[in-house]
């Protein structure tokens, strides 16, 4: 790739094209494995939010919006300025849950650190 890079950029624009693409395929396959778990399990649940430096992407965006209404979901993704910082992110999913009308219990103990060990047999089972 160093080598061919200095040649031309078709090259350098080709390498990256198919970096993209084959995320956005990965991106899709396990989403498209969590809806069927979800369809199994929570009928009701009809949003997929998608958000961080992916909903930031065009191309992920298109993708995504595709996947959706391939599921009959309703696609929520922050506006793109918003998408890279973990507090604005926090944020919107906040204002978009009071929104909703829930309410959250404030009399919680705080998690410095939530591993994703308790959801790990889960994920394992349903091959998410």
Request: hydrophobic letters at 40%.
């Given at each position: 790739?160093?080598?061919?890079?200095n040649?031309?950029?078709?090259?350098?624009?080709?390498?990256?094209?198919?970096?993209?693409?084959?995320?956005?395929?990965?991106?899709?396959?396990?989403?498209?494995?969590?809806?069927e778990?979800?369809?199994?399990?929570f009928?009701?649940?009809?949003?997929?939010?998608?958000?961080?430096g992916?909903?930031?992407?065009?191309?992920?965006?298109?993708?995504?919006?595709?996947?959706?209404?391939?599921h009959?979901?309703?696609?929520?993704?922050?506006?793109?300025?918003?998408?890279?910082?973990?507090?604005?992110?926090?944020?919107?999913?906040?204002?978009?849950?009071?929104?909703?009308?829930?309410?959250?219990?404030?009399?919680f103990?705080?998690?410095?650190?939530w591993?994703?060990?308790?959801?790990?047999?889960?994920?394992l089972?349903?091959?998410?």
């Amino acid at each position: 790739i160093i080598k061919e890079k200095n040649k031309n950029n078709s090259f350098t624009n080709d390498v990256c094209a198919s970096f993209q693409n084959t995320v956005i395929e990965i991106l899709l396959r396990k989403t498209e494995m969590a809806i069927e778990y979800v369809n199994e399990n929570f009928p009701k649940i009809n949003n997929l939010v998608v958000a961080g430096g992916v909903a930031a992407n065009m191309q992920i965006n298109k993708s995504f919006i595709s996947l959706c209404k391939k599921h009959s979901l309703k696609l929520a993704m922050p506006p793109k300025e918003l998408c890279g910082d973990n507090a604005a992110m926090i944020g919107w999913a906040c204002l978009q849950r009071f929104n909703l009308g829930y309410k959250g219990d404030i009399n919680f103990k705080p998690r410095p650190r939530w591993g994703l060990e308790e959801l790990n047999d889960e994920i394992l089972v349903n091959k998410i």
